[in-house]
């Protein structure tokens, strides 16, 4: 028996990456997962065969976030596909919601454009905080949600400004609404990686890998797999009593 045996669970940028990693081990633990996507529906419809290789069961849900509706898009978007899986007769439920899906602005303070930064805003903060709003009424008691930040948030690195900005508005999102969604028993925590090889071509330089690998106390990069498995320890019965938390998942980049 897996943790999150009959749960169903949304994973935000699914489709690769620490979110692929995610949805692949929250399936392995038993749960119904929605693998959202924004562009690639490839990937996604990719992530979905392997999880259903494997004996688990998921669905692809689009949606490009970056607008005011972006919740009541995604709900009606994942209502539809729940349906395929679930059955027309199951009232849709998201037991567990991890959001996770980003882009970046990577610029020096001088150089940053603000439209840039405004769409940046939209995804990054704005999105999960309309997503979470749209989708309380889906969350049944005893729900999780987890809400993938950044080190970045625990340290000062100029160019890195406008994405420590947005992370650190979405470690808002999890405070105040663990606070609101405590007295259903809702979870709701923030985990914070450090650098992840997700294939990024900024880590494609040697040097650029050496560098960064010595952030950690562990001499290596992070990869989505070291990730995964404290996401599904969140979403699992025995974190019920872990909520409003910052987990470091920085391998000890911070010490």
């Not at 005011?68 to 009232?91: I, N, Y």
Request: proline share 7%; aromatic share 4%.
């Amino acid at each position: 028996m897996g943790r999150c045996d009959g749960k169903v669970a949304l994973v935000t940028g699914a489709d690769r990456g620490i979110g692929k990693a995610i949805a692949h081990r929250l399936a392995q633990e038993g749960a119904t997962v929605a693998v959202h996507y924004g562009f690639s529906a490839d990937q996604a419809d990719q992530v979905v065969h392997e999880i259903t290789e494997r004996g688990g069961t998921a669905v692809a849900v689009h949606t490009l976030f970056g607008r005011p509706d972006d919740g009541e898009r995604l709900r009606s978007a994942l209502t539809e596909q729940l349906a395929t899986v679930l059955g027309a007769a199951t009232a849709p439920r998201v037991d567990i919601l991890v959001n996770n899906a980003a882009t970046e602005v990577t610029a020096p303070p001088s150089d940053l454009d603000p439209a840039d930064v405004d769409h940046l805003m939209r995804v990054n903060a704005q999105a999960p905080l309309h997503i979470v709003r749209a989708l309380e009424p889906l969350i049944p008691d005893g729900g999780r949600i987890i809400n993938i930040s950044s080190g970045l948030t625990r340290f000062a690195n100029p160019p890195e400004v406008a994405n420590a900005m947005a992370k650190a508005a979405l470690e808002m999102v999890t405070l105040h609404f663990a606070k609101h969604l405590g007295p259903r028993g809702i979870t709701v925590n923030t985990v914070a990686p450090g650098v992840v090889d997700t294939g990024h071509p900024g880590l494609a330089d040697p040097a650029v890998r050496r560098s960064l690998s010595q952030l950690s106390v562990f001499g290596r990069l992070a990869t989505p797999a070291d990730i995964a498995p404290i996401v599904a320890f969140l979403a699992s019965p025995e974190a019920g009593w872990i909520t409003g938390a910052w987990i470091d998942a920085t391998g000890g980049s911070l010490l």
